[in-house]
């Protein structure tokens, strides 16, 4: 079978409309984008004496007053061209994620997570406490396969210097990362940051998957999607923005970051999620307690057995605490739960 043609098609209007006029039904494997706010961002540096000497003029906010109507025809469209199993994750910030919120829960697309992105140098204040997040809402389209590479960036038995896993704490639902400051340079008024755009491209797509952004902006997604072999869509009205960050794109070579970002490794045991069968269980109970006799720590045998038996660490510990040992000296600390598997 032919492998369809890598796309890098970009458009200079409005989404909704664009996405009528270029994009087919069942079209796009994901959707990451990041609209408008309707927080008068276009006035934002007059009240947070921002300097944006090298910022391109030409933003394009939305007016309060017709924010639920936006999102519910440009989430619409988003809807109509993703593919069965296809992926959304938008962007947002709280004032008036309510109006997104809604506009989703008017589609068939599904929520698979509500992830918090903390950031740094929030907006100070007095009166309050610092806003220093968004929100990043990740749904699906159902009636296919959905995409989630588990082990993208880290495989399962990967530690930090605390001996935690990292596969574990990249897939918890907070997630801390830096903006991206480039002093001297010209960029768009809000950017998303690279690792941030790598985590979600690498976690919910394949190579030459069709990556859409109804809001381009500085065209960050669109960039990081042609550097990791996708092909990339999108819409920008600005028409300052839209011809610096086309231009930018045109020079970056597909494929040219996938080497230099974090790729794990699938390894989960070969008989992880099997039944135990009963011969394999009374294998374990004497080979745990040959291990015992043989004076290994507690941590050692699990790891000894996860190889030997072809299991998870928490099968084993799971499957140790459920049996019944002759005598309170077979066995000499009962396993309890940890998060490293020890």
Known sequence: MKEAAMRYEFYNQDCILGAKEHLEDDSVDLIITDPPFAIEGDKLHKHYNRKETFVIDGYVE????????????????????????????????????????????????????????????????????????????YYFKPGGQRTFNTFARFGSRERNGNNRSLLYQDLEDVWIINREYKPGEIKNKNELPSALLIKLIQYLSKPRDVICDFFLGGFSTAKIAKGLGRSAIGFEINKISFDHHYKEVETIRVNEIAGDVKVGTDDTPLKAGEPWREGELNQLKDRYLELYQQGRTKKESIQTLSSEFERGPWAIIKRLNSMKFRNKSDIPLQFYFSDDGA
Request: glycine fraction near 6%; hydrophobic fraction near 40%.
């Open 62 to 137: 939305i007016a309060r007053e017709e924010y639920a109507d936006f999102s519910k025809l440009w989430i619409t469209e988003a809807e109509r061209v993703l593919r069965p199993g296809g992926a959304l994750a938008v962007v947002s910030g709280y004032s008036n994620l309510i109006d997104i919120l809604n506009a989703l829960r008017g589609t068939t697309l599904k929520e698979i997570n509500h992830i918090i992105w903390k950031y740094n140098f929030g907006v100070s204040t007095k009166s309050k406490f610092v806003s220093s997040h968004y929100h990043i809402l």
